[in-house]
């Protein structure tokens, strides 16, 4: 990738890890829309929920192909581009439709089937925050899209002490996947600074030992 700085080094890793580990993520969406569906069949209109699966699967199908393009970019060290930027806006956009369905598409006064979904929903929730922290801007844009949907829902169907109870939950799960995840970037982000450091004390070494051996061989010439 030629000369980078400590950010752009740092930026990069970043990018890189967040696509690789997307490679393994992607077919959650489809699996999630599947099993939703099939769920949610006989509750919800047909076409309404045609279109939201449609628009899962689209989404996810596109994240899985932008994260395998990105990470053989970076697999080469060559400069990611727009490609990072692709996948947050596929994210964004699956998140959009996990929040619609967890604001819209629950049958009314079915709690079973409305906490399933919930189920599915916070497992991809949990598998986000584990695996895109490291464009943590995006996870914090996905987490304001779905769980401020749900916890909408949960106050509109249960007005009272009970629904602000469980709307608090939910906000306070996002919290919580908020914190999560900056503690994870954290962590991640000082690997990628040590190894950033680790690799200009080797790049300084070797400088010095050539200079040495430089010195050395003008040392043995100037006595011969």
Avoid: C
């Avoid at 080094?9 to 489809?30: E, G, S, Y």
């Avoid at 829309?33 to 949610?40: D, Q």
């Avoid at 916070?122 to 584990?130: A, D, K, P, Q, V």
């Amino acid at each position: 990738m030629g000369t980078m700085n400590k950010a752009s080094f740092i930026q990069f890793n970043a990018d890189r890890l967040v696509l690789n580990l997307a490679r393994f993520v992607w077919q959650m969406h489809i699996l999630s829309a599947m099993v939703l569906w099939f769920a949610l069949r006989g509750h919800v209109d047909p076409t309404i929920l045609t279109f939201w699966a449609i628009w899962m699967w689209g989404w996810g199908l596109a994240q899985g192909w932008i994260s395998f393009k990105g990470s053989a970019i970076a697999k080469q060290e060559l400069p990611l581009q727009h490609w990072p930027r692709l996948f947050d806006l596929t994210a964004i956009m699956a998140a959009l439709g996990y929040g619609y369905i967890g604001f819209a598409l629950i049958p009314e006064n079915n709690e079973p089937l409305g906490v399933f979904v919930g189920f599915v929903i916070s497992g991809g929730i949990l598998t986000g925050t584990g695996t895109h922290n490291m464009h943590y801007p995006m996870l914090v844009v996905t987490l304001l899209i779905i769980i401020p949907a749900q916890a909408a829902r949960v106050l509109i169907e249960n007005v009272g002490g009970q629904g602000g109870i469980a709307a608090g939950m939910l906000l306070a799960f996002m919290g919580l996947m908020l914190g999560l995840g900056w503690v994870l970037r954290t962590f991640t982000r000082r690997g990628f600074e040590l190894q950033w450091e680790k690799t200009q004390l080797a790049d300084a070494l070797a400088v010095a030992k050539a200079e040495a051996e430089d010195a050395n061989l003008a040392k043995s010439r100037f006595l011969a």
